[in-house]
T-cell receptor, first 115, second 112 residues
Framework: GAGVSQSPSNKVTEKGKDVELRCDPI?????LYWYRQSLGQGLEFLIY????????KSGLPSDRFSAERTGGSVSTLTIQRTQQEDSAVYLC?????????????FGPGTRLTVL | DQQVKQNSPSLSVQEGRISILNCDYT??????FLWYKKYPAEGPTFLIS?????DKNEDGRFTVFLNKSAKHLSLHIVPSQPGDSAVYFC???????????FGQGTILTVHP
């Protein structure tokens, strides 16, 4: 079956512009996670969705970052007024339930470059 | 504050030999640990996990060891194969849901 997909695969933007990153989880997966990987760093947790609710958004770096999930499916991560330090690979993962032992399936990521 | 650390950025091993990847953590609340494997331009894929009630978990060529007193875990791959060449991430969980804290990753290269 189809895995987690993310679009765009690459995004180059100018400092100060807004960007939207999209994640399509595996059908039927109720839990969705966003992570990012900056150069030379591990994956950093950003936000967790259970259905359309975000019980944990503690990893969002600033109020320029927001995310939503609609219909318990597609999620969009929005970064306003992008800065150069926002450059990273943004990864989305989904799991069947939010249980901690449920395997998370990752998408290929969106590479964001802010010039 | 890096709560999960992989201090070796890279590891090079001959095919057929053992690969040992190491990971240290600082947060005592972590009680479930995972290893992920990542190929270029792909997302990480789950490899193996271990709960803190165990000190070893084995799955085929892959074994994870957990030393809770030292807050250290390791992944052993025996025998190593060229297809194992990838970035390996250690991850830890301390919540009731799937929030993971990752290390920086170790690039494993297995030479034929």
């Amino acid at each position: 079956g189809a895995g987690v997909s993310q679009s765009p695969s690459n995004k180059v933007t100018e400092k100060g512009k807004d960007v939207e990153l999209r994640c399509d989880p595996i059908s039927g997966h109720t839990a969705l996670y966003w992570y990012r990987q900056s150069l030379g760093q591990g994956l950093e947790f950003l936000i967790y969705f259970q259905g359309n609710s975000a019980p944990d958004k503690s990893g969002l770096p600033s109020d320029r970052f927001s995310a939503e999930r609609t219909g318990g499916s597609v999620s969009t991560l929005t970064i306003q007024r992008t800065q150069q330090e926002d450059s990273a690979v943004y990864l989305c993962a989904s799991s069947l339930t939010s249980g901690r032992f449920d395997e998370q399936f990752f998408g290929p990521g969106t590479r964001l470059t802010v010039l | 504050d890096q709560q999960v650390k992989q201090n070796s950025p890279s590891l090079s091993v001959q095919e057929g030999r053992i690969s040992i990847l190491n990971c240290d953590y600082t947060n005592s609340m972590f009680d479930y640990f995972l290893w992920y494997k990542k190929y270029p331009a792909e997302g990480p894929t789950f490899l193996i996990s271990i709960s803190s009630i165990k000190d070893k978990n084995e799955d085929g060529r892959f074994t994870v060891f957990l030393n809770k007193s030292a807050k250290h875990l390791s992944l052993h791959i025996v025998p190593s194969q060229p297809g194992d060449s990838a970035v390996y991430f250690c991850a830890a969980s301390g919540t009731s849901y799937g929030k993971l804290t990752f290390g920086q990753g170790t690039i494993l290269t297995v030479h034929p």
